[in-house]
């Protein structure tokens, strides 16, 4: 059996990555991918305490993650491309016009 | 009372988008079917709010802790609401939005009534999610690049806050073994590492939708560039949704601990309000002052939570509004002197107290509220603040709240000067319409009432903070 803490250890350091990945990455596509990296380390350490607690609501709540990511993923690619039919350039820096 | 009639403002908003999607497959005349079926919704909504509303209402608690509806969330129920119908009406004939954005509206408020009911991290997480999902639509709706721009911008940074929140929640489960807010507190009272990691990161993701000084960098940029009537939404809707699981989770399951998060809560507090309101005072987009304006009155809410006291969920129950009234306000006028422009500057406003004397009037008196000159809302709300904090001993959130306020009072000036300087001649005089007239009168006698009568809703806001003591 896995113990509980190298469960934990993977999810930070997904979420780790994920976090690093939407602050250094320029590209929007990226930058959503690494967030969505972030949501599903979460979905793992949920699932891995639920085993950890015994309860079901860690799996309930890793069943609604993966559920609104894919709506969220829906969404988010429709507006990357719009940007994209609008510019032809997928670089946050250069989307940016609006500073103050 | 049954559990159906207790949700029934939730069930009507649902019904009514469901009815909405349908119209807009079915009829031709989509834009005016969907508008009039939003607005009867949230109103029909509002109503049922009101009528379960009572003074014995004991909290009910459904769906194994995780729905709780009380006078809490009844109150935060009227004011979004307040804020969606105001969306709707501000949005009336904008045929550029598309016929979807009635609909989205309404399932965006419904997120904002969720975030009131919730009673554990589940439905906290899904309500952010119904909230926000339907915004980032929204605020890419308009068609330019600043409208897209804007939709990216709250996209990237709201699923990065969703994942800072879901992962902290995640780790609050496995400190705790609980999702429940009111098991939190009788589990909360160790410290171990898990748990202060995991409540940090929570903190930070609610902040990210609330607004707050490091977590605010995209609020001028989104409010800039997504349309006017869904920007009014964000300022009000999200601003009361936010707030309110932001003093739920911490009131009801912290409550034993604010040695934790006090202090941390107070220093941010006095930060958001001098920072926002000060980067508030060069800006020449009316959007864009309204959003710094936005996060300064998060730091202003803050205080009520920093506090820790009953009068401190009073004062910040209380004081989201007269802040609804006046953003209110603000944006009808806003958008009836932008037309068909995509933005308003502050020399739009040129020479407007002299063609339409009573749009500066009304202008006036919300700016006037934002400000908190006496005889208005705003006044009151920031006078309940400051005795919340002065009542917890904290004379130095009573110093940020006036510094704050100060910082303001300029900011919140320039766009009424311009109203009374000479006129451009080539700038269209702006028309009343219907929609935009009801919102403005609805707003400017709500802010007008608040000052001079506060009385009943500080009544019903009384009520509503009892929350706090349910352990």
Do not use: C
């Not at chain 1, 976090?19 to 969505?36: C, D, K």
């Not at chain 2, 009867?40 to 459904?62: D, E, K, N, R, Y």
């Not at chain 2, 005889?375 to 904090?389: E, I, S």
């Amino acid at each position: 059996m896995i113990p509980i803490n190298w469960v934990v250890g993977l999810a930070a350091i997904i979420f780790a990555i994920g976090a690093i990945g939407v602050m250094a990455r320029r590209n929007p596509l990226i930058m959503f991918m690494s967030a969505e990296m972030m949501w599903n380390s979460a979905a793992l350490a949920f699932i891995a305490f639920a085993r950890q607690w015994h309860s079901m609501s860690g799996q309930i709540m890793a069943f609604l993650i993966v559920g609104t990511a894919a709506a969220e993923v829906g969404i988010g690619l429709a507006i990357i491309v719009t940007v994209y039919h609008r510019r032809h350039r997928l670089d946050v820096d250069e989307i940016s016009g609006m500073k103050g | 009372m049954s559990s159906f009639h207790l949700m029934l403002p939730e069930y009507l908003v649902v019904g009514f988008v469901l009815l909405a999607l349908l119209g807009n497959m079915l009829v031709g005349n989509r834009f005016r079917l969907a508008s009039w079926l939003g607005l009867i919704g949230l109103l029909s909504s509002f109503v049922a709010s009101a009528s379960i509303w009572s003074h014995s209402l004991q909290p009910q608690v459904m769906i194994s802790g995780g729905v709780v509806v009380d006078n809490y969330s009844l109150l935060v129920n009227l004011f979004v609401l307040l804020a969606g119908i105001g969306a709707i009406l501000l949005g009336w004939g904008e045929r550029r939005w598309g016929q979807e954005f009635p609909v989205l509206t309404m399932i965006s408020v419904l997120g904002m009534m969720i975030l009131g009911l919730a009673g554990n991290t589940i439905v906290l997480f899904l309500g952010i999610e119904v909230l926000s999902l339907p915004l980032y639509i929204l605020s890419a709706s308009e068609h330019t690049t600043a409208g897209g721009e804007a939709g990216l911008k709250y996209l990237l940074l709201g699923a990065f806050s969703s994942g800072i929140l879901l992962f902290g929640l995640a780790l609050l489960y496995g400190a705790l073994g609980s999702l429940s807010f009111i098991r939190f507190a009788s589990l909360a009272n160790t410290t171990s590492p898990l748990l202060w990691a995991g409540f940090t990161l929570t903190l930070a993701g609610i902040f990210f939708k609330l607004g707050i000084v490091p977590f605010h960098m995209w609020v001028p940029d989104v409010y800039e560039g997504s349309p006017s009537a869904v920007t009014q939404l964000m300022a009000f809707g999200t601003k009361v949704g936010a707030a309110a699981i932001l003093l739920r989770f911490l009131d009801w399951g912290f409550y034993l601990s604010p040695q934790w998060w006090g202090p941390a809560l107070g220093y941010l507090a006095v930060l958001t309000m001098i920072v926002g309101n000060l980067l508030a005072l060069p800006q020449t987009d009316l959007k864009r002052l309204l959003g710094y304006s936005g996060i300064g009155h998060a730091g202003f809410l803050l205080v009520g939570v920093a506090t820790h006291n009953l009068d401190g969920a009073r004062a910040m129950l209380f004081y989201l509004l007269p802040y609804g009234f006046a953003v209110l306000g603000a944006f009808a006028v806003l958008i009836l002197v932008a037309g068909n422009q995509d933005t308003v500057t502050i020399s739009d406003l040129k020479g407007l107290a002299g063609r339409r004397p009573l749009m500066a009037a009304f202008f006036i008196i919300v700016m006037l509220s934002f400000a908190g000159i006496p005889l208005t809302g705003g006044f009151v709300g920031k006078f309940y603040l400051l005795q919340a904090a002065l009542f917890a001993n904290q004379p130095g959130l009573a110093i940020g709240l006036v510094v704050g306020t100060l910082l303001g009072l300029g900011a919140y000036l320039r766009p009424v000067q311009a109203l009374f300087s000479v006129a451009d001649e080539s700038r269209a005089t702006p028309v009343w319409t219907v929609s935009g007239a009801v919102v403005l009168i609805v707003a400017v006698i709500g802010t007008i009432g608040l000052g001079v009568y506060p009385t009943p809703v500080v009544h019903l806001v009384n009520q509503s903070a009892n929350f706090f003591w349910l352990h």
